[in-house]
């Protein structure tokens, strides 16, 4: 079945330190990833869309300069957190539509850990 | 405004019984609705989808029932095992169907 890949799963850095976190599609293609965080004993909620080759869509709230995403293949997609804050800890998760998924079947990372001290 | 809710945030079963759990939103109109498995520290699983001109999806020991007149999906587990805690999330498509929103979460705990 598809899979998705995240990397690292889980991740400590300093305060004012940026964090990239990669996502990839192991065995298909990915033209649009998502990327939601989740807070401990929250939902989901989604952070933005991932475009192949074109900028990302944010949603309303989440600012485009300090989640920068870039996704420059078919496979791969990348979340770069930067100037991380205390603030920023959370539970990050990529998911992809394979194309075999009939009706928009979302397969999801195993998510990355985010801890800034 | 548009919310998609659970239940409740956790429900407490005894092994064997079936878990009944509730999906109600507002101010959406779904083609379809989906349910996602999610244990702790991972990312979420899907279970299964159902349309709306579906009134009942199965799985195996899984039931999904989707009425889109009170706005609300159910979700069973029937013969509910240990191995079935774990947060049951329900999931729509919203603006203008290209972006997948989560319910609020429910917490199944299956105990023995």
């Known amino acids: 079945g598809a899979v998705v890949s995240q990397h690292p799963s889980w991740v400590i850095c300093k305060s004012g330190t940026s964090v990239k976190i990669e996502c990839r599609s192991l065995?298909?293609?990915?033209?649009?990833m998502f990327w939601y965080r989740q807070f401990p004993k929250q939902s989901l909620m989604l952070m933005a869309t991932?475009?192949?080759?074109?900028?990302?869509?944010?949603e309303q709230g989440v600012e485009k300069d300090k989640f920068l995403i870039n996704h420059a293949s078919l496979t791969l997609s990348t979340l770069t957190v930067t100037s991380a804050h205390p603030e920023d800890s959370s539970f990050y998760i990529c998911?992809?539509?394979?194309?075999?998924?009939?009706?928009?079947?979302?397969?999801f990372g195993a998510g990355s850990r985010l801890t800034v001290l | 405004s548009q919310k998609i809710e659970q239940n409740s945030e956790a429900l407490n079963i005894q092994e064997g019984k079936t878990a009944t759990l509730t999906c109600n939103y507002t101010n959406y109109s779904p083609a379809y609705l989906q349910w996602y498995r999610q244990d702790p520290g991972r990312g979420p699983v899907f279970l299964l989808l159902i349309r709306e001109n579906e009134k009942e999806k199965r799985k195996e020991r899984l039931k999904v029932t989707f009425d889109t007149t009170l706005k609300q999906s159910l979700f069973h587990i029937t013969a509910s095992q240990p191995a079935d805690s774990a947060t049951y999330l329900c999931?729509?498509?919203?603006?203008?169907?290209?972006?997948?929103?989560f319910g609020t979460g429910t917490q199944l705990k299956v105990e023995l």
């Open positions: 065995d298909f293609q990915a033209t649009t």
């Open positions: 998911s992809a539509i394979p194309a075999t998924s009939g009706a928009n079947v979302l397969t």
């Open positions: 991932s475009n192949e080759g074109s900028k990302a869509t944010y």
């Open positions: 999931a729509l498509f919203t603006g203008g169907g290209n972006k997948l929103t």
